[in-house]
Each structure stands twice: as C-alpha cells, then as structure tokens.
C-alpha cells in the first residue's frame, strides 16, 4: 500500500493509526498541503484524488480517498483487530462518534475553509470546535468505557485523537470537556497512536519533530 499523507491533516492521522493498529505496512509519500501553493493542487495528485485532498490511498489495485472509506475498507479486508464493535448499538455509537468528528467538526475548520476566513481563522476555528465538543462531551458521557465506545479502540477514537490535537492546536479551552481529555490521553498511550502521530513523521518540520 501507498499512503498519500501530510503529517499535520487529521484526516491522514486517523488512516495511519488504523494502519498501525492492524499492522499493514505501507510507503508514505508527503503531500505538502502548504508548500508551492499546495501541492494536493498539482495535476499530478488531481490524477489520483479529484478531491485534491489527503489522505488518498493506494492498497489491492484501487486508490480509495475519504478517511472514513478508507478504514472501512481495512476493516473488511483486515478484520482484526476490529475497528466496528460486534454489538450493533455499540457499532451504531462508533460511527455516530466518527461522523459526529468527522462531518460535524473537521470540516468546518479545515485548511481550505480557514483560508477564506482571513483574520478571524483562529476565532473561527475554536468556535467550530468548541460548539462540536460541547456535544461530544455529552454523548460521550454516555457511551464511554476507558475509550469512546466501552473499552475497545474503534473508529470513534481514530476521529477523537487528531481532533483533540487540533483544538490543542488553535488554543481551545479543554478545561470543560473532562471525559474527551481523558479518552484523548488513554489513546495517547498506545504505540499505535504514538508512531502515526504528526511529531513523528517523514514530512514533520524539524522544529516539530519529537
């Protein structure tokens, strides 16, 4: 498999773990989303994602874009250790979770919307993330065990890591939200979410660097 990433997309972030955690190895090729303009914009990359977006992976003859898709598609083609719990109330949290962070929050204060925010990206950026982790918060009151969904690492914790970095990134206030910081440093333990982490990877600046 062939991963087209960007050490800092969340989106990238959540596909790498899953590669860790179901121990697929994979070549890493860097798309960085800032230098040249951007080169997720290159006719190169818009061959391979229309969406010119990362992450894009290249895995059993097709490329497969979407973070969601794409660790769906492992799930099915790699089932353990499993992402989706076996109960169907509990696989229904999961991906409600994931789709909460993943459509609810990320898009909202991704690159290409800050962009056209001007001067009040930051202003933006934390409003959009604090008004989705209200509500996390709350649902995860609900569904928790030592991780989101009982105490079994799914899709939803692959979403909660980089969002949390991210709200960490643009100052967010996370003293409200008690039951998101502890998931967050529950997962932060794992190695699987220690090697894919932005601090770690080939394309990281080395002032970023861990």
């Known amino acids: 498999p062939i991963l087209y990433s960007y050490f800092r997309s969340s989106c990238s972030w959540r596909v790498r773990i899953a590669l860790a955690l179901k121990g697929i190895p994979y070549d890493l090729v860097p798309v960085n989303l800032v230098k040249d303009g951007g080169q997720q914009y290159s006719a190169e990359f818009k061959a391979l994602n229309p969406m010119q977006q990362v992450p894009a992976l290249k895995i059993d003859g097709i490329t497969l874009s979407q973070s969601l898709a794409i660790i769906n598609y492992l799930e099915e083609t790699h089932p353990n250790p499993r992402l989706l719990p076996q109960d169907p109330k509990k696989r229904a949290q999961v991906r409600m979770i994931a789709d909460h962070i993943s459509s609810g929050i990320q898009p909202l204060q991704n690159m290409s919307v800050l962009k056209q925010m001007g001067e009040k990206k930051t202003e933006w950026a934390q409003n959009c993330i604090t008004s989705g982790f209200q509500a996390l918060e709350q649902i995860l009151q609900h569904t928790a065990g030592r991780y989101c969904v009982g105490d079994e690492v799914s899709m939803a914790d692959l979403c909660l890591v980089p969002q949390v970095a991210n709200a960490e990134r643009f ?14 440093k529950a997962l932060l333990e794992l190695e699987a979410f220690k090697i894919s982490h932005p601090s770690r990877q080939p394309d990281t600046p080395a002032e970023l660097r861990a």
């Open 171 to 184: 100052k967010v206030d996370m003293g409200p939200y008690s039951t998101i910081t502890r998931i967050n």
